[in-house]
């Protein structure tokens, strides 16, 4: 099995929600990642998890609060977003230190 | 600081024509270079790497890229195009701190017509 899942597909919220984007790999991958993608840009890396610790956050606002509650597992928690928060929120995972795979996203949209 | 340029916003070919995609970087230590796809609507998949060894180096779907330090490129090529090639393409180089921290070029959109 060499996929990554994310869930969900589409999420559209408000600006005093809470929400959480999940992540799943089964691939044994240490490394897992959590990268933003405006559309025709590249991604941004967020944050990096190595050995389920947070190895890497990239100067992120709190308002993202990332989770790794196991090996196999990534939550990204959303909460009092803004509307330039709106992106495709990538997952990706790997065995060494640069991401291989990455799931399809979650194509968040804030209101 | 690390960087790439990615020459071509837009690549055009025929199918079964050459692709050449350019990247040229700047890093201040040995780099480590990949080449990612997008396809439509979906994530990114890496299609290769060079991590200092074999300086060609060859990826899924027929791709490989060719490092050459004195001219600090890592072109991608495919010898002949197919239309499911048709996708967005990222040159990316690793960060000082270790190449968890990629910075990507701002990518290449490949189009393939019959």
């Known amino acids: 099995d060499t996929e990554v899942t994310q869930t969900p597909k589409h999420l559209v919220m408000g600006m005093t929600n809470k929400k959480s984007l999940k992540c799943e790999q089964h691939m044994g991958h240490r490394a897992m990642y959590w990268y933003k993608q405006k559309a025709k840009k590249p991604p941004e890396l967020m944050f990096v998890?190595?050995?389920?610790?947070?190895?890497i956050n990239e100067s992120v606002p709190s308002r993202f609060s990332p989770e790794c509650p196991n090996s196999s597992l990534l939550n990204l928690h959303l909460h009092a977003l803004q509307p330039e928060d709106s992106a495709l929120y990538l997952c990706a995972s790997s065995h060494d230190r640069a991401p291989q795979f990455f799931g399809p996203g979650t194509r968040l949209t804030v209101l | 600081a690390q960087s790439v340029t990615q020459l071509g916003s837009h690549v055009s070919v025929s199918e079964g024509a050459l692709v050449l995609l350019r990247c040229n970087y700047s890093?201040?230590?040995?780099?480590?270079l990949f080449w990612y796809v997008q396809y439509p609507n979906q994530g990114l998949q890496l299609l290769l790497k060079?991590?200092?060894?074999?300086?060609l180096v060859k990826g899924i779907n027929g791709f490989e890229a060719e490092f050459k330090k004195s001219e600090t490129s890592f072109h991608l090529t495919k010898p002949s195009a197919h239309m499911s090639d048709a996708a967005e393409y990222f040159c990316?180089?690793?960060?000082?701190?270790?190449?968890?921290?990629?910075?990507f070029g701002k990518g290449t959109m490949l189009l393939v017509s019959p």
């Open positions: 060079y991590t200092s060894a074999a300086t």
């Open positions: 890093s201040s230590v040995p780099p480590y």
């Open positions: 998890y190595s050995y389920e610790k947070l190895s």
């Open positions: 990316a180089v690793s960060g000082e701190s270790g190449y968890s921290t990629l910075t």
